[in-house]
């Protein structure tokens, strides 16, 4: 089990968010981590993931039998 960085929390929070108390403690731990940009989106595309789709998804070549030509 793993504890939360109550002190860091608050620091983000009311330091670098610039939250009231009131505030920070209304929030929803997902809203704080979406404020705190955590869920920012997903990963960007690596070039393990490239190789992956280019494995799963390859490119026709000319002259190869297509049923769609």
Known sequence: M???D???LLRAGLCTLRLHPAQFWALTPAELQLMLGAQAG???LTRAGLDALLL???DDVKGTDD???
Do not use: D, I, Q, Y
Request: glycine letters at 6%; a positive charge.
């Open 56 to 58: 799963a998804f390859p």
């Open 67 to 69: 049923a769609r030509s």
């Open 42 to 44: 997903p990963a960007p």
């Open 6 to 8: 109550w002190a860091g």
């Open 2 to 4: 793993t504890t939360l």
